[in-house]
């Protein structure tokens, strides 16, 4: 079965500091693909990043870097000198896919807050 | 600009009564796919389609149709809803495989609640 764990269902950060969100994975597929979406206050969903499963490489965006690790089926992302307009709930996801289709799992989310 | 379309974005009803809530996108894309989020639960897929005329059950399909007639349009019919049904919406959609984009864009929800 597949699965994804957001274990922090809450951070709190003051402004400047830097954050981890955690995303543990689970799925025997060999092919598989993550992401991270951001929803804002206002609702929406934002993509942020995808990562296919083979490839490892770390990615940084700004401010935004996350750290792809197979050995531990971990997908964290972290936030560098965070701001308020950070604060959002952020989600993990993961999809595999089987005879062209794909199934999409999605974590809880975890709702950060930066305070000023 | 391209974008998924979602109406109404709020909806208060009464249980039993049918309604229909409205996806759209003008990306061309193929696959299209609805979600609902309820706290503490995350995003769950209710239904989703490959293709027009293909759809297929999510995790938790119960009290709810779709249909897919034309490729931008992928509405989520809820025939008799109940106040389980409460809670927010998502559409989204997604090239085919074949672009190799994997990533799912998303409509701006629609907050249901049923009285």
């Known amino acids: 079965a597949q699965k994804v764990t957001q274990a922090q269902t809450e951070i709190s950060v003051v402004e400047k500091e830097d954050v981890t969100l955690d995303c543990v994975y689970e799925?025997?597929?060999?092919?598989?693909?993550l992401f991270w979406y951001k929803q804002p206050p206002s609702g929406e969903l934002v993509f942020l990043i995808r990562?296919?499963?083979?490839?490892?490489q770390n990615e940084i965006s700004g401010r935004y870097s996350w750290n792809f690790q197979k050995s531990t089926s971990s997908f964290n992302f972290t936030i560098t000198a965070s701001q308020v307009v950070d604060s959002a709930v952020y989600f993990c996801?993961?999809?595999?896919?089987?005879?062209?289709?794909?199934?999409?799992?999605f974590g809880t989310g975890t709702r950060l807050k930066v305070l000023a | 600009e391209a974008q998924v379309t979602q109406n109404p974005r709020y909806l208060i009803t009464v249980t039993g009564k049918k309604l229909t809530v409205t996806c759209s996108q003008n990306?061309?894309?193929?696959?299209m796919s609805w979600y609902r989020q309820d706290p503490g639960l995350g995003l769950r897929q209710i239904y989703y389609?490959?293709?027009?005329?293909?759809?297929d059950k999510g995790d938790v399909p119960e009290g709810y149709k779709v249909s897919r007639k034309e490729k931008r349009n992928f509405p989520l019919i809820l025939e008799s809803p109940s106040p389980n049904q409460t809670s927010l919406y998502f559409c989204?959609?997604?090239?085919?495989?074949?672009?190799?984009?994997?990533?799912?864009?998303f409509g701006p929800g629609t907050r249901l609640t049923v009285t």
């Open positions: 989204a959609s997604r090239p085919g495989l074949a672009e190799r984009i994997y990533e799912q864009y």
């Open positions: 799925t025997r597929d060999t092919t598989y693909y």
């Open positions: 990562r296919n499963s083979f490839d490892e």
């Open positions: 996801a993961l999809a595999v896919g089987t005879s062209g289709t794909y199934k999409y799992i």
């Open positions: 990306m061309n894309h193929e696959y």
């Open positions: 389609s490959m293709n027009v005329e293909v759809t």
